[in-house]
């Protein structure tokens, strides 16, 4: 196991569509992380697993978001009738279960919606 | 959750030490200070982590004094692969998580 990946690393879209995107995390963390990166800022956190349950979510998550994480292992990320303001990098990360551990980022998948 | 504040920028040469301050008032008896390095279309990279006094690893130097209101990541000889953005984060137990908070960074700049 090599670490994080994300596929796509690139997606271009209209507005008004569906994207999905996935992450294969280490193989054993048990923690993921789905976050959203748009220029100059640092990565802003969307949502949690546990293991295959969400635990915690964003504000920024709105209902167009979901996130999915069946089984603990891969997870997606969709967002339905997407907008402009969705275009910005989905970076996703997993971690070993415990007090403040490492988070092992992936490359991210960088959305454009035209 | 304890918010950080670094400088936006920073600027050096080759071979020089670079230290970066972060500041973080309001941190908690549970948290700890990580540090995380980002190049350009990747994701961020963890770099190192403390609880208070001094950490040392193959990369870098945590400092954190005893009040631990601050902390400085201390980047030893850098070199031009060194320029990216760098991250205070203080991470915190929210309903028995610990979720990564990022703020801007600091921007280094690593010049000839």
């Known amino acids: 196991d090599t670490g994080v990946s994300q596929n796509p690393r690139h997606k271009i879209t209209k507005r008004g569509q569906n994207v999905t995107f996935r992450c294969d995390p280490i193989?054993?963390?048990?923690?993921l992380y789905w976050y959203r990166q748009t220029l100059g800022q640092g990565p802003e956190f969307l949502t949690y697993f546990q293991n295959e349950a969400q635990l915690e979510k964003s504000r920024l998550l709105s209902d167009r978001f979901s996130a999915e994480r069946p089984k603990g292992s891969f997870s997606t990320l969709e967002i339905q009738r997407t907008e402009q303001g969705d275009s910005a990098m989905y970076l996703c990360?997993?971690?070993?279960?415990?007090?403040?551990?490492?988070?092992?980022f992936g490359q991210g998948t960088r959305l454009t919606v035209v | 959750l304890a918010k950080t504040t670094q400088p936006i920028s920073m600027d050096s040469y080759e071979g020089q030490e670079v230290n970066i301050t972060c500041s973080h008032n309001?941190?908690?008896?549970?948290?700890?200070i990580t540090w995380y390095q980002q190049f350009p279309s990747q994701g961020p990279r963890f770099i190192i982590q403390?609880?208070?006094t001094k950490v040392t690893n193959e990369v870098a130097s945590l400092f954190i004094p005893a009040d631990r209101k601050s902390s400085t990541l201390s980047l030893p000889r850098v070199s031009l692969s060194d320029t990216a953005v760098y991250y205070c984060l203080v991470v915190s137990a929210s309903g028995g998580s610990y979720i990564p908070t990022f703020g801007r960074g600091t921007s280094l700049i690593v010049h000839p």
């Open positions: 990360a997993s971690s070993l279960d415990g007090t403040n551990t490492e988070a092992f």
């Open positions: 309001n941190i908690a008896t549970n948290d700890y």
């Open positions: 193989s054993e963390h048990n923690r």
């Open positions: 403390g609880y208070k």
